[in-house]
């Protein structure tokens, strides 16, 4: 019997350990810190999440065909420049161009990537290089406004529905429907075969280059997403927007679940990753006395211990 126990408990672990770890950890928070659970505290929280969480669900897919994206953050900043310039001539300009030119960046990833058969890191940080470059000459490293008189752009980062945050309404919605189609349809299960195997997914007849660009071009578009809201957030498209959140997308992912070698995880398990991430760093905050750059030493040890468990128990055959 107590053989048994522990099997259930590691196959608990092994499916669900970062809803488990989340759980715990925001039972914890509660007991530790009586502002955690406010209303106020839990909508700014999620609200700066839904971003990073755009990212992290197209970031899912690349990773599950064992690829990465490294330039989602440079994307958000191409995109809430482009939000804010555009913001005078109405709202479908400034949120439409955007992300066209951020499914048209995923889908130069995807060429590189597919078609010149370069290593995805190196296609996707070249990528990021250049267009962080191009964000700097397009501002003068200057901060551009959102016209003020566009308040539904305004909206859509700072407004509510129901009083639910506009950003986490549609970090849910994106969330589920990439859900459904990982889960329930052809598209989804070829990301899974292509992570798992790449040349036996295109020995099964599986259009292999298709899928894959289709994956980075909806990386880019949430990314794109991600920079429109985060534009309409501060009011002003700014060239230093996203940096650094390439890598809490990744993280996100990983400490989600979703193996780094691809085939295994899921957009459910990088929703936890994201909700993790965000809280640990809300309960640095509430902290007070804890100093802000402990936040990239404690991520990065968490990030390492989940890669190391995630390498063991694959070896193991137990994923």
Request: net charge positive; hydrophobic share 55%.
């Amino acid at each position: 019997m107590k053989n048994n126990a522990a099997v259930k408990f590691k196959k608990l672990l092994g499916g669900n350990g970062a809803l488990v770890a989340l759980i715990a950890l925001i039972t914890a928070a509660s007991f530790m810190y009586k502002e955690f659970f406010t209303l106020n505290n839990m909508s700014n929280v999620l609200r700066q999440m839904s971003m990073v969480g755009l990212m992290s669900v197209g970031m899912t897919l690349v990773i599950l065909t064992a690829g990465i994206d490294l330039s989602v953050g440079a994307t958000v900043a191409i995109s809430a420049i482009i939000a804010a310039r555009l913001s005078n001539y109405g709202i479908i300009p400034a949120i439409a161009i955007p992300l066209v030119v951020g499914a048209i960046i995923g889908g130069v990833n995807g060429f590189i990537v597919n078609n010149l058969r370069i290593v995805p890191f190196i296609a996707t940080l070249a990528v990021q290089m250049a267009l962080r470059g191009a964000a700097y000459l397009m501002t003068d490293m200057k901060s551009i406004a959102v016209d003020r008189s566009e308040k539904t752009f305004i909206a859509l980062g700072r407004g509510y529905f129901l009083k639910v945050p506009v950003p986490v309404i549609i970090f849910l919605v994106v969330s589920l429907i990439m859900i459904f189609i990982c889960k329930k349809t052809g598209f989804g299960r070829s990301v899974y075969a292509i992570g798992g195997n790449e040349d036996a997914a295109g020995m099964m007849g599986l259009r292999v280059k298709r899928d894959k660009m289709l994956c980075y071009v909806i990386t880019g578009f949430l990314s794109s997403l991600a920079g429109v809201i985060l534009c309409a957030r501060l009011g002003a498209g700014q060239p230093v927007s996203g940096e650094g959140w390439e890598m809490d997308s990744i993280a996100s992912v990983a400490i989600g679940g979703t193996l780094l070698s691809g085939g295994v995880g899921g957009v459910e398990k990088t929703i936890c990753g994201v909700l993790i991430i965000g809280f640990i760093k809300n309960i640095i905050n509430l902290q007070g006395d804890v100093n802000s750059y402990w936040q990239k030493i404690i991520m990065g040890i968490i990030l390492l211990l989940v890669v190391i468990i995630q390498n063991k128990t694959f070896r193991k055959g137990a994923v």
